[in-house]
Protein backbone atom coordinates (compact mmCIF):
# COMPACT_ATOMS: atom_id res chain seq x y z
CA UNK A 1 0.00 0.00 0.00
CA UNK A 2 1.64 3.46 -0.95
CA UNK A 3 1.97 5.51 2.03
CA UNK A 4 0.92 9.47 2.44
CA UNK A 5 2.49 12.09 4.64
CA UNK A 6 -0.80 13.62 5.18
CA UNK A 7 -2.74 11.47 7.63
CA UNK A 8 -6.10 13.31 7.25
CA UNK A 9 -9.06 11.24 6.82
CA UNK A 10 -9.97 11.93 3.31
CA UNK A 11 -6.27 10.74 2.28
CA UNK A 12 -6.61 7.47 4.08
CA UNK A 13 -10.21 6.89 2.28
CA UNK A 14 -8.25 7.84 -1.25
CA UNK A 15 -5.48 5.14 -0.26
CA UNK A 16 -7.70 2.67 0.88
CA UNK A 17 -10.09 3.36 -2.74
CA UNK A 18 -7.17 3.64 -4.93
CA UNK A 19 -5.53 -0.12 -3.57
CA UNK A 20 -8.94 -1.29 -4.29
CA UNK A 21 -9.08 -0.28 -8.03
CA UNK A 22 -7.62 -2.32 -11.14
CA UNK A 23 -4.80 -1.33 -12.84
CA UNK A 24 -7.09 -0.34 -15.67
CA UNK A 25 -9.25 1.56 -13.39
CA UNK A 26 -6.04 3.21 -12.17
CA UNK A 27 -4.77 4.84 -15.09
CA UNK A 28 -8.29 6.59 -15.92
CA UNK A 29 -8.67 7.75 -12.86
CA UNK A 30 -4.84 9.20 -13.34
CA UNK A 31 -5.83 10.38 -16.28
CA UNK A 32 -9.25 12.36 -15.12
CA UNK A 33 -6.80 14.09 -12.10
CA UNK A 34 -5.17 16.00 -15.10
CA UNK A 35 -8.11 17.90 -15.92
CA UNK A 36 -8.55 21.05 -13.61
CA UNK A 37 -12.25 20.73 -13.77
CA UNK A 38 -15.07 19.00 -15.78
CA UNK A 39 -14.32 17.47 -18.94
CA UNK A 40 -15.99 15.16 -21.69
CA UNK A 41 -15.28 11.26 -22.30
CA UNK A 42 -14.14 11.92 -25.88
CA UNK A 43 -11.10 14.56 -24.15
CA UNK A 44 -10.28 11.86 -21.78
CA UNK A 45 -9.65 9.56 -24.04
CA UNK A 46 -7.30 11.54 -25.71
CA UNK A 47 -5.24 12.38 -22.55
CA UNK A 48 -4.85 8.68 -22.33
CA UNK A 49 -3.45 8.63 -26.11
CA UNK A 50 -4.26 4.68 -26.14
CA UNK A 51 -7.18 2.46 -27.52
CA UNK A 52 -6.37 -0.85 -25.74
CA UNK A 53 -8.16 0.50 -22.70
CA UNK A 54 -11.91 0.28 -21.98
CA UNK A 55 -12.78 3.79 -21.39
CA UNK A 56 -16.51 3.57 -20.64
CA UNK A 57 -16.80 0.88 -18.31
CA UNK A 58 -13.90 1.84 -16.12
CA UNK A 59 -15.37 5.49 -15.65
CA UNK A 60 -18.69 3.70 -15.08
CA UNK A 61 -17.07 2.19 -11.93
CA UNK A 62 -15.21 5.23 -10.44
CA UNK A 63 -18.65 7.02 -10.54
CA UNK A 64 -19.83 3.81 -8.87
CA UNK A 65 -17.45 4.12 -6.57
CA UNK A 66 -18.06 8.31 -6.11
CA UNK A 67 -14.33 9.17 -7.01
CA UNK A 68 -15.34 10.73 -10.21
CA UNK A 69 -18.68 13.14 -10.53
CA UNK A 70 -20.95 12.51 -14.03
CA UNK A 71 -22.97 15.94 -14.26
CA UNK A 72 -24.62 16.59 -17.85
CA UNK A 73 -23.12 14.26 -19.94
CA UNK A 74 -19.13 15.71 -18.42
CA UNK A 75 -17.18 14.04 -15.71
CA UNK A 76 -15.21 15.65 -13.08
CA UNK A 77 -13.38 15.18 -9.84
CA UNK A 78 -14.09 17.06 -6.85
CA UNK A 79 -10.88 19.50 -6.05
CA UNK A 80 -9.78 17.37 -2.66
CA UNK A 81 -10.00 14.37 -4.77
CA UNK A 82 -8.14 15.50 -7.69
CA UNK A 83 -5.12 17.07 -5.61
CA UNK A 84 -5.09 13.81 -3.61
CA UNK A 85 -5.34 11.83 -6.86
CA UNK A 86 -3.23 14.04 -8.58
CA UNK A 87 -0.38 12.86 -5.82
CA UNK A 88 -1.30 9.39 -5.39
CA UNK A 89 -0.64 8.65 -9.23
CA UNK A 90 2.36 10.69 -9.60
CA UNK A 91 3.73 8.64 -6.79
CA UNK A 92 2.74 5.47 -8.11
CA UNK A 93 4.65 6.69 -11.25
CA UNK A 94 1.20 6.68 -13.49
CA UNK A 95 1.37 10.55 -14.36
CA UNK A 96 3.88 10.03 -17.89
CA UNK A 97 2.57 11.12 -20.61
CA UNK A 98 -0.47 12.40 -19.35
CA UNK A 99 -0.02 16.24 -18.54
CA UNK A 100 1.76 16.78 -22.63
CA UNK A 101 -0.95 15.25 -24.25
CA UNK A 102 -3.42 16.86 -21.65
CA UNK A 103 -2.00 20.40 -23.06
CA UNK A 104 -1.76 19.48 -26.72
CA UNK A 105 -5.57 18.73 -26.36
CA UNK A 106 -5.90 22.51 -24.82
CA UNK A 107 -3.67 23.53 -27.49
CA UNK A 108 -5.80 21.49 -30.42
CA UNK A 109 -9.53 22.63 -28.43
CA UNK A 110 -8.35 26.57 -28.88
CA UNK A 111 -6.66 26.90 -32.07
CA UNK A 112 -9.60 26.43 -34.12
CA UNK A 113 -10.85 29.67 -32.59
CA UNK A 114 -8.02 31.32 -33.52
CA UNK A 115 -9.10 32.39 -36.83
CA UNK A 116 -12.49 33.42 -35.70
CA UNK A 117 -11.21 35.69 -32.92
CA UNK A 118 -9.27 37.47 -35.72
CA UNK A 119 -12.23 38.10 -37.36
CA UNK A 120 -13.59 39.77 -34.29
CA UNK A 121 -16.39 36.90 -34.31
CA UNK A 122 -18.11 37.09 -30.98
CA UNK A 123 -18.89 33.32 -30.37
CA UNK A 124 -15.33 32.86 -31.12
CA UNK A 125 -14.04 35.50 -28.81
CA UNK A 126 -16.56 34.60 -25.92
CA UNK A 127 -15.88 30.66 -26.54
CA UNK A 128 -12.12 31.56 -26.50
CA UNK A 129 -12.33 33.29 -23.09
CA UNK A 130 -13.81 30.56 -21.61
CA UNK A 131 -10.79 28.42 -22.17
CA UNK A 132 -8.25 31.79 -20.27
CA UNK A 133 -7.84 29.45 -17.28
CA UNK A 134 -7.32 25.86 -19.15
CA UNK A 135 -4.60 28.04 -21.16
CA UNK A 136 -2.62 29.17 -18.34
CA UNK A 137 -2.56 25.88 -16.25
CA UNK A 138 -1.32 24.50 -19.55
CA UNK A 139 1.27 27.67 -19.55
CA UNK A 140 2.56 26.89 -16.46
CA UNK A 141 2.85 22.72 -16.79
CA UNK A 142 4.92 23.34 -19.66
CA UNK A 143 6.93 25.09 -17.86
CA UNK A 144 8.74 26.88 -20.55
CA UNK A 145 7.98 29.31 -23.39
CA UNK A 146 5.54 28.56 -26.03
CA UNK A 147 4.79 31.29 -28.53
CA UNK A 148 1.90 29.29 -29.81
CA UNK A 149 0.53 28.94 -26.19
CA UNK A 150 1.15 32.51 -25.36
CA UNK A 151 -0.87 33.71 -28.43
CA UNK A 152 -3.73 31.55 -27.67
CA UNK A 153 -3.42 32.74 -23.90
CA UNK A 154 -3.31 36.52 -24.78
CA UNK A 155 -5.78 35.96 -27.36
CA UNK A 156 -8.10 34.53 -24.38
CA UNK A 157 -6.95 37.87 -22.01
CA UNK A 158 -8.17 40.20 -24.45
CA UNK A 159 -11.59 41.59 -23.33
CA UNK A 160 -11.00 40.23 -19.69
CA UNK A 161 -7.43 40.52 -19.06
CA UNK A 162 -5.02 41.24 -17.00
CA UNK A 163 -3.20 42.10 -20.21
CA UNK A 164 0.09 42.33 -18.20
CA UNK A 165 0.22 38.25 -17.94
CA UNK A 166 -0.60 38.44 -21.83
CA UNK A 167 2.16 40.59 -22.23
CA UNK A 168 4.67 38.91 -19.71
CA UNK A 169 3.90 35.54 -21.91
CA UNK A 170 4.40 36.68 -25.25
CA UNK A 171 7.77 38.56 -23.78
CA UNK A 172 9.07 35.35 -22.78
CA UNK A 173 7.77 33.34 -25.96
CA UNK A 174 9.09 35.80 -28.61
CA UNK A 175 12.63 36.58 -26.98
CA UNK A 176 13.51 32.65 -26.60
CA UNK A 177 12.88 31.77 -30.34
CA UNK A 178 12.59 33.38 -33.56
CA UNK A 179 9.08 34.58 -33.84
CA UNK A 180 6.44 34.63 -36.45
CA UNK A 181 4.76 37.55 -37.51
CA UNK A 182 1.29 37.26 -36.11
CA UNK A 183 3.49 36.43 -32.70
CA UNK A 184 5.11 39.75 -33.25
CA UNK A 185 1.84 41.37 -33.88
CA UNK A 186 0.76 40.53 -30.96
CA UNK A 187 3.32 41.26 -28.47
CA UNK A 188 3.11 44.86 -30.41
CA UNK A 189 -0.77 44.76 -29.56
CA UNK A 190 -0.40 43.90 -25.42
CA UNK A 191 3.02 46.72 -24.82
CA UNK A 192 0.33 49.20 -26.38
CA UNK A 193 -2.42 47.74 -23.84
CA UNK A 194 0.39 48.22 -20.86
CA UNK A 195 1.15 51.68 -21.54
CA UNK A 196 4.75 50.71 -23.92
CA UNK A 197 3.37 52.42 -26.99
CA UNK A 198 6.89 52.98 -28.47
CA UNK A 199 8.08 49.26 -28.23
CA UNK A 200 4.70 48.55 -29.29
CA UNK A 201 5.27 50.16 -32.26
CA UNK A 202 8.41 48.71 -32.93
CA UNK A 203 7.40 44.70 -32.46
CA UNK A 204 4.38 45.99 -34.63
CA UNK A 205 6.91 47.29 -37.49
CA UNK A 206 8.82 44.10 -37.38
CA UNK A 207 5.83 42.12 -37.98
CA UNK A 208 4.85 44.49 -41.21
CA UNK A 209 8.62 43.91 -42.04
CA UNK A 210 7.88 39.54 -41.24
CA UNK A 211 5.01 39.28 -43.51
CA UNK A 212 4.84 41.51 -46.90
CA UNK A 213 2.26 39.58 -48.34
CA UNK A 214 -0.52 38.00 -45.56
CA UNK A 215 -3.40 40.26 -44.99
CA UNK A 216 -4.07 39.20 -41.76
CA UNK A 217 -1.08 40.23 -40.33
CA UNK A 218 -1.20 43.54 -42.59
CA UNK A 219 -3.84 44.92 -41.71
CA UNK A 220 -3.85 43.87 -37.74
CA UNK A 221 -0.73 45.52 -37.49
CA UNK A 222 -1.63 49.06 -39.35
CA UNK A 223 -5.08 48.70 -37.27
CA UNK A 224 -2.76 48.89 -34.16
CA UNK A 225 -0.63 51.63 -35.45
CA UNK A 226 -3.35 53.89 -36.67
CA UNK A 227 -4.75 54.03 -33.05
CA UNK A 228 -1.41 54.63 -31.88
CA UNK A 229 -0.27 57.27 -34.50
CA UNK A 230 -3.43 58.75 -33.55
CA UNK A 231 -3.35 58.83 -29.78
CA UNK A 232 0.61 60.36 -30.15
CA UNK A 233 -0.86 63.34 -32.16
CA UNK A 234 0.44 62.04 -35.68
CA UNK A 235 -2.64 62.11 -37.41
CA UNK A 236 -1.35 61.75 -41.19
CA UNK A 237 0.66 59.38 -40.63
CA UNK A 238 -1.91 57.46 -38.49
CA UNK A 239 -4.34 57.92 -41.19
CA UNK A 240 -1.97 56.42 -43.58
CA UNK A 241 -2.20 53.42 -41.31
CA UNK A 242 -5.43 53.36 -41.19
CA UNK A 243 -5.97 52.95 -44.79
CA UNK A 244 -3.56 50.22 -45.62
CA UNK A 245 -5.04 48.59 -42.68
CA UNK A 246 -8.67 48.85 -44.93
CA UNK A 247 -7.25 47.92 -47.93
CA UNK A 248 -5.57 44.51 -46.42
CA UNK A 249 -9.00 43.35 -44.43
CA UNK A 250 -10.79 43.81 -48.02
CA UNK A 251 -7.91 41.30 -49.04
CA UNK A 252 -8.40 38.93 -46.22
CA UNK A 253 -11.79 39.08 -46.47
CA UNK A 254 -12.36 40.17 -42.88
CA UNK A 255 -15.33 42.20 -41.75
CA UNK A 256 -14.18 42.16 -38.18
CA UNK A 257 -11.23 43.94 -38.83
CA UNK A 258 -12.12 46.25 -41.79
CA UNK A 259 -14.90 47.98 -39.46
CA UNK A 260 -11.70 48.72 -36.20
CA UNK A 261 -9.79 49.55 -39.56
CA UNK A 262 -12.55 52.32 -40.67
CA UNK A 263 -13.13 53.34 -37.04
CA UNK A 264 -8.81 53.72 -36.84
CA UNK A 265 -9.43 56.02 -40.02
CA UNK A 266 -11.87 58.11 -38.37
CA UNK A 267 -10.35 58.47 -35.55
CA UNK A 268 -6.91 59.96 -37.61
CA UNK A 269 -9.25 62.55 -38.97
CA UNK A 270 -7.97 66.12 -37.64
CA UNK A 271 -11.03 68.09 -36.07
CA UNK A 272 -10.07 70.61 -38.35
CA UNK A 273 -11.60 68.83 -41.29
CA UNK A 274 -15.55 68.60 -40.03
CA UNK A 275 -17.43 65.76 -39.53
CA UNK A 276 -18.21 64.67 -42.92
CA UNK A 277 -15.11 62.07 -43.36
CA UNK A 278 -15.93 60.83 -39.87
CA UNK A 279 -19.72 60.16 -41.00
CA UNK A 280 -18.10 58.55 -44.02
CA UNK A 281 -15.80 55.71 -41.73
CA UNK A 282 -18.19 55.46 -39.01
CA UNK A 283 -20.90 54.19 -41.49
CA UNK A 284 -18.57 51.87 -43.46
CA UNK A 285 -17.38 50.34 -40.00
CA UNK A 286 -21.15 49.81 -38.99
CA UNK A 287 -21.79 47.84 -42.26
CA UNK A 288 -18.51 45.85 -42.16
CA UNK A 289 -20.22 45.09 -38.64
CA UNK A 290 -23.37 44.36 -39.12
CA UNK A 291 -23.92 40.56 -38.76
CA UNK A 292 -24.46 38.42 -36.11
CA UNK A 293 -21.63 37.47 -34.91
CA UNK A 294 -20.25 41.23 -34.73
CA UNK A 295 -22.89 42.44 -32.50
CA UNK A 296 -20.13 43.12 -29.82
CA UNK A 297 -18.05 45.11 -32.48
CA UNK A 298 -20.67 46.76 -33.71
CA UNK A 299 -21.27 48.10 -30.21
CA UNK A 300 -17.67 48.87 -29.65
CA UNK A 301 -17.52 51.08 -32.96
CA UNK A 302 -20.54 52.85 -31.90
CA UNK A 303 -18.93 53.86 -28.81
CA UNK A 304 -16.33 55.28 -30.75
CA UNK A 305 -18.85 57.52 -32.99
CA UNK A 306 -20.35 58.36 -29.56
CA UNK A 307 -17.14 59.54 -28.59
CA UNK A 308 -16.05 61.50 -31.95
CA UNK A 309 -19.10 63.04 -32.22
CA UNK A 310 -19.04 64.25 -28.38
CA UNK A 311 -15.68 65.74 -29.17
CA UNK A 312 -17.12 67.82 -31.86
CA UNK A 313 -19.39 68.77 -29.56
CA UNK A 314 -22.41 67.41 -30.93
CA UNK A 315 -23.54 65.86 -27.45
CA UNK A 316 -27.31 64.95 -28.26
CA UNK A 317 -26.52 62.82 -31.17
CA UNK A 318 -23.18 61.30 -29.05
CA UNK A 319 -25.73 60.58 -26.46
CA UNK A 320 -27.91 58.87 -29.14
CA UNK A 321 -24.72 56.65 -30.49
CA UNK A 322 -24.19 55.31 -26.71
CA UNK A 323 -27.40 54.28 -25.97
CA UNK A 324 -27.50 52.39 -29.48
CA UNK A 325 -23.68 50.54 -28.59
CA UNK A 326 -25.06 50.02 -24.57
CA UNK A 327 -28.27 47.94 -26.20
CA UNK A 328 -25.69 45.86 -28.14
CA UNK A 329 -23.20 45.19 -25.76
CA UNK A 330 -25.95 44.59 -23.14
CA UNK A 331 -25.62 41.00 -22.99
CA UNK A 332 -21.54 41.12 -23.68
CA UNK A 333 -19.69 38.85 -21.45
CA UNK A 334 -16.91 40.59 -22.19
CA UNK A 335 -16.67 43.27 -19.44
CA UNK A 336 -13.32 45.38 -20.94
CA UNK A 337 -15.88 46.50 -23.82
CA UNK A 338 -18.75 47.47 -21.98
CA UNK A 339 -16.66 49.19 -19.50
CA UNK A 340 -15.45 51.56 -22.82
CA UNK A 341 -18.52 51.95 -23.80
CA UNK A 342 -20.01 53.03 -20.24
CA UNK A 343 -16.73 55.30 -19.82
CA UNK A 344 -17.29 56.86 -23.01
CA UNK A 345 -21.10 57.70 -22.40
CA UNK A 346 -19.72 59.00 -19.05
CA UNK A 347 -17.24 60.99 -21.00
CA UNK A 348 -19.72 62.30 -23.41
CA UNK A 349 -22.41 63.61 -20.68
CA UNK A 350 -19.52 64.63 -18.81
CA UNK A 351 -18.13 66.96 -21.73
CA UNK A 352 -21.84 68.07 -21.71
CA UNK A 353 -22.09 69.32 -18.69
CA UNK A 354 -24.12 66.89 -17.28
CA UNK A 355 -24.22 65.73 -13.75
CA UNK A 356 -25.73 62.22 -14.58
CA UNK A 357 -22.17 61.24 -15.82
CA UNK A 358 -20.20 60.40 -12.71
CA UNK A 359 -22.27 57.06 -12.09
CA UNK A 360 -21.50 55.72 -15.73
CA UNK A 361 -18.00 57.01 -14.85
CA UNK A 362 -17.50 55.12 -11.89
CA UNK A 363 -19.25 51.87 -13.14
CA UNK A 364 -16.56 52.31 -16.32
CA UNK A 365 -13.75 52.58 -13.85
CA UNK A 366 -14.55 49.70 -11.66
CA UNK A 367 -14.96 47.36 -14.65
CA UNK A 368 -11.53 48.75 -16.22
CA UNK A 369 -10.06 48.12 -12.66
CA UNK A 370 -11.04 44.41 -12.91
CA UNK A 371 -9.76 43.85 -16.35
CA UNK A 372 -6.65 45.51 -15.47
CA UNK A 373 -7.12 48.51 -17.50
CA UNK A 374 -4.96 51.15 -15.63
CA UNK A 375 -4.94 53.97 -18.04
CA UNK A 376 -8.57 53.36 -18.45
CA UNK A 377 -9.57 53.59 -14.76
CA UNK A 378 -7.47 56.80 -14.73
CA UNK A 379 -9.09 58.33 -17.67
CA UNK A 380 -12.67 57.43 -16.25
CA UNK A 381 -11.39 58.38 -12.44
CA UNK A 382 -9.92 62.22 -13.83
CA UNK A 383 -13.62 62.97 -15.92
CA UNK A 384 -15.04 61.72 -12.45
CA UNK A 385 -13.35 64.27 -10.59
CA UNK A 386 -13.82 67.41 -12.99
CA UNK A 387 -17.62 66.61 -13.18
CA UNK A 388 -17.46 66.62 -9.30
CA UNK A 389 -15.40 69.97 -9.44
CA UNK A 390 -18.18 71.24 -12.12
CA UNK A 391 -20.51 70.31 -9.38
CA UNK A 392 -18.61 72.21 -6.61
CA UNK A 393 -17.74 69.54 -4.55
CA UNK A 394 -13.26 70.14 -5.10
CA UNK A 395 -12.89 67.68 -1.77
CA UNK A 396 -15.00 65.12 -3.97
CA UNK A 397 -12.56 66.48 -6.95
CA UNK A 398 -9.03 66.08 -5.40
CA UNK A 399 -9.83 62.65 -4.12
CA UNK A 400 -10.68 61.52 -7.61
CA UNK A 401 -7.39 63.77 -8.98
CA UNK A 402 -5.41 62.08 -6.57
CA UNK A 403 -6.47 58.68 -7.46
CA UNK A 404 -6.47 59.19 -11.02
CA UNK A 405 -2.37 60.41 -10.46
CA UNK A 406 -1.94 57.11 -8.59
CA UNK A 407 -3.19 55.38 -11.50
CA UNK A 408 -0.44 57.32 -13.55
CA UNK A 409 -2.69 60.02 -15.43
CA UNK A 410 -0.91 62.04 -17.67
CA UNK A 411 1.61 64.86 -15.63
CA UNK A 412 0.61 67.56 -18.01
CA UNK A 413 -3.22 66.49 -17.53
CA UNK A 414 -3.00 66.43 -13.64
CA UNK A 415 -1.10 69.75 -13.50
CA UNK A 416 -3.71 71.27 -15.09
CA UNK A 417 -6.08 69.43 -12.51
CA UNK A 418 -4.33 70.73 -9.59
CA UNK A 419 -4.60 74.69 -11.08
CA UNK A 420 -8.78 73.84 -11.21
CA UNK A 421 -8.50 72.70 -7.79
CA UNK A 422 -6.33 75.55 -6.38
CA UNK A 423 -8.61 77.77 -8.81
CA UNK A 424 -12.32 76.44 -7.02
CA UNK A 425 -10.58 76.98 -3.49
CA UNK A 426 -9.40 80.75 -4.38
CA UNK A 427 -5.60 80.35 -4.03
CA UNK A 428 -4.94 82.05 -7.31
CA UNK A 429 -1.13 81.88 -6.96
CA UNK A 430 -0.83 78.58 -6.36
CA UNK A 431 -3.33 77.85 -9.55
CA UNK A 432 -0.97 80.08 -11.56
CA UNK A 433 2.05 77.75 -10.48
CA UNK A 434 0.33 74.99 -11.57
CA UNK A 435 -0.61 76.21 -14.79
CA UNK A 436 2.49 77.29 -15.71
CA UNK A 437 4.11 73.90 -14.68
CA UNK A 438 1.35 72.46 -16.99
CA UNK A 439 2.36 74.78 -20.12
CA UNK A 440 5.87 73.75 -19.25
CA UNK A 441 5.10 70.30 -19.06
CA UNK A 442 3.80 70.08 -22.87
CA UNK A 443 -0.21 71.13 -22.05
CA UNK A 444 -1.59 71.44 -25.49
CA UNK A 445 -2.28 74.59 -27.55
CA UNK A 446 -0.01 76.09 -24.95
CA UNK A 447 -0.31 79.66 -25.95
CA UNK A 448 -3.96 79.44 -25.65
CA UNK A 449 -3.46 78.08 -21.81
CA UNK A 450 -0.76 80.55 -21.27
CA UNK A 451 -3.32 83.29 -21.86
CA UNK A 452 -5.74 81.74 -19.71
CA UNK A 453 -3.69 81.43 -16.89
CA UNK A 454 -2.55 85.47 -17.24
CA UNK A 455 -6.15 86.14 -16.44
CA UNK A 456 -6.03 83.38 -13.60
CA UNK A 457 -3.27 85.92 -12.15
CA UNK A 458 -5.43 88.88 -12.60
CA UNK A 459 -3.69 90.10 -15.80
CA UNK A 460 -6.03 92.99 -17.26
CA UNK A 461 -7.99 91.87 -20.41
CA UNK A 462 -4.96 89.69 -21.70
CA UNK A 463 -4.89 89.12 -24.99
CA UNK A 464 -6.14 85.49 -26.63
CA UNK A 465 -4.44 83.95 -29.73
CA UNK A 466 -6.23 82.49 -32.29
CA UNK A 467 -7.41 78.70 -31.76
CA UNK A 468 -9.92 77.20 -29.31
CA UNK A 469 -10.07 80.27 -26.97
CA UNK A 470 -9.99 82.55 -29.63
CA UNK A 471 -12.81 81.15 -30.46
CA UNK A 472 -14.90 80.20 -26.98
CA UNK A 473 -14.03 84.03 -26.32
CA UNK A 474 -16.24 85.07 -29.24
CA UNK A 475 -18.79 82.36 -28.78
CA UNK A 476 -19.61 83.77 -24.90
CA UNK A 477 -19.74 87.08 -26.68
CA UNK A 478 -22.32 86.37 -29.00
CA UNK A 479 -20.06 87.22 -31.73
CA UNK A 480 -20.22 83.62 -33.15
CA UNK A 481 -21.07 80.33 -32.87
CA UNK A 482 -19.60 77.07 -30.22
CA UNK A 483 -16.95 75.66 -32.10
CA UNK A 484 -16.32 71.74 -31.72
CA UNK A 485 -13.45 71.28 -29.89
CA UNK A 486 -12.55 69.22 -26.74
CA UNK A 487 -12.59 70.90 -22.86
CA UNK A 488 -12.34 68.99 -19.98
CA UNK A 489 -15.05 70.74 -17.56
CA UNK A 490 -12.92 71.93 -15.13
CA UNK A 491 -11.61 74.28 -17.86
CA UNK A 492 -14.82 74.88 -19.12
CA UNK A 493 -15.27 76.88 -15.85
CA UNK A 494 -12.20 79.02 -16.06
CA UNK A 495 -13.12 80.36 -19.72
CA UNK A 496 -16.81 80.88 -18.95
CA UNK A 497 -15.37 82.79 -16.11
CA UNK A 498 -13.25 84.65 -17.63
CA UNK A 499 -13.69 84.88 -21.24
CA UNK A 500 -15.07 88.60 -20.94
CA UNK A 501 -12.79 89.71 -20.05
CA UNK A 502 -10.32 88.16 -22.45
CA UNK A 503 -9.76 90.23 -26.12
CA UNK A 504 -8.93 88.03 -29.17
CA UNK A 505 -6.04 88.81 -31.73
Not at 26 to 55: I, Q
Not at 123 to 136: E, F, H, I, N, W
Not at 347 to 374: F, I, N, T
Request: net charge negative.
Amino acid sequence: MLAHADGSSLHSALLSSWDTLCATDRRVLAACAVFPGSFALGELEVVLGSGDLDTIAAVERLVDGSLVVADAGRLGLLRPVREGIRAVSIEAGLDEGLVPRWIGAVITRAEPLFQGFFRWEEDSVVALAAQADDLRLAARRLGQPDLRLACLLAAALRYGGPWSEARDGLEAACAGSDPDALGLAMLGEYRIRTGAAEAGLRALGAAIERAPTAPLVLAYANFLRARVLAAMGDRPAAFTAANAAIHHALADGNRGLLALAHDAAALAIAPAAGLAGVHHHYAAALDAASGRQHLTLRGLVGANYGSALGRAGEHGEALIRFAAAQDDLRDSPLRHLRAVVLGNTGLALAEGGRVRAEPALAEAAALASRVGDAAGEAQFVGKQGEVRLWCGDVRGARTAFDRARHLGAAASLDRRRRACLAWAEGDLDLAARWADEAVAGGSSDAAGWSALFEALRGAPAPVVPAGWLGEVVAAVRGLAPWPRFEIGNAERMWVLSLARTLTVA
